[in-house]
């Protein structure tokens, strides 16, 4: 299986902060790699899908980039709907696994 | 809109099975597959399986291979995930969610609400 590594698994930030989620696989995923967003009580939301493609209806402060295995999430002006948790799924291979998750919490 | 309305929430016995559906509207449904992911208590996403939707062949991960069954009928639009021999590991959400893909890659959207499961003596 391959195994979804991200970091950190939380973070205190602020209105307006920039802030870089990573997520790295075991092995080469060749960019199946996408980005939920999942606030309390609801189910996940796709927020960037193939690495760097933006969801339609996602804000353009929501960015990610990344190859082979290593990717990252950026969030250019964090904005207090943005508070959540975050995971990384590969869809390279079955299992397709996802990253244990980044919560977002306020400074 | 495209839309996936689960089933209610179930309280099962540890030994029982559960069953939960999955009704999809606003596209066509055998055109894409249905996965299912499992997130427990205060825990991240844990894959299930899927089925294409079309022709009903299944993969199932094999942490959960020999106790769940991923079903569909392609007349209710509706997609189903039985779990049986639950413990109380199993307590969890469990959320249905629509493939979609473009350019080679796949990817998970919309998900369906959640049905929480609970197993409890």
């Known amino acids: 299986d391959i195994q979804m590594t991200q970091s950190p698994s939380s973070l205190s930030a602020s209105v307006g902060d920039r802030l870089t989620i990573t997520c790295r696989a075991s092995q080469f995923i060749n960019r199946y790699l996408n980005w939920y967003q999942q606030k309390p009580g609801k189910a996940p939301k796709l927020l960037i899908f193939a690495a760097s493609s933006l969801q339609s209806g996602v804000p353009s402060r929501f960015s990610g980039g990344g190859s082979e295995t290593d990717f990252t999430l950026t969030i250019s002006s964090l904005q207090p709907e943005d508070f959540a948790t975050y995971f990384c799924?590969?869809?390279?291979?079955?299992?397709?696994?996802f990253g244990g998750g980044t919560k977002v919490e306020i400074k | 809109q495209v839309q996936l309305v689960q089933s209610g929430a179930e309280v099962k016995k540890p030994g029982a099975s559960v069953k939960v559906s999955c009704k999809a509207s606003g596209y066509t449904f055998t055109t894409y597959a249905i996965h299912w992911v499992r997130q427990a208590p205060g825990q991240g996403l844990e894959w299930m399986g899927w089925i294409n939707t079309g022709s009903g062949d299944t993969t199932y991960s094999q942490k959960f291979q020999g106790r769940v069954t991923i079903t569909r009928d392609t007349s209710a639009s509706t997609a189903y995930m039985e779990l049986s021999s639950l413990r109380s590991e199993d307590t969890a959400v469990y959320y249905c969610?629509?493939?979609?893909?473009?350019?080679?890659?796949?990817?998970?959207?919309?998900w369906g609400q959640g049905t929480l499961v609970t197993v409890s003596s």
């Open positions: 969610a629509k493939e979609a893909y473009g350019s080679g890659r796949n990817w998970f959207d919309p």
């Open positions: 799924q590969q869809t390279y291979s079955t299992p397709f696994t």
